[in-house]
């Protein structure tokens, strides 16, 4: 491994919930906007996993429910 750049995956309440990491750019070194648009990827994936979560919440909660709007 040459570069690495890693950055956290937080939730809404800023509790890290994970992390993005990218190795080996492929040419020279990682700039601040490779940064930010990790940082921007991990905004969108901490979004993506709370849907999901939510999702799961309520396909528990009333799975006939679910059944009946969702076929």
Not at 9 to 35: C, H, M, P, Y
Not at 41 to 50: F, K
């Given at each position: 491994t040459r570069t690495i750049l890693c950055v956290p995956v937080r939730?809404?309440?800023?509790?890290?919930i994970g992390a993005l990491q990218v190795l080996n750019k492929v040419v020279g070194a990682f700039s601040t906007n490779d940064e930010d648009l990790l940082r921007s990827l991990a905004a969108q994936v901490a979004?993506?996993?709370r849907n999901a979560e939510q999702v799961d919440q309520i396909q528990r909660r009333r799975?006939?429910?679910w059944?009946?709007?969702f076929p």
């Amino acid at each position: 491994t040459r570069t690495i750049l890693c950055v956290p995956v937080r939730d809404s309440g800023n509790k890290i919930i994970g992390a993005l990491q990218v190795l080996n750019k492929v040419v020279g070194a990682f700039s601040t906007n490779d940064e930010d648009l990790l940082r921007s990827l991990a905004a969108q994936v901490a979004i993506a996993v709370r849907n999901a979560e939510q999702v799961d919440q309520i396909q528990r909660r009333r799975p006939d429910q679910w059944e009946c709007e969702f076929p």
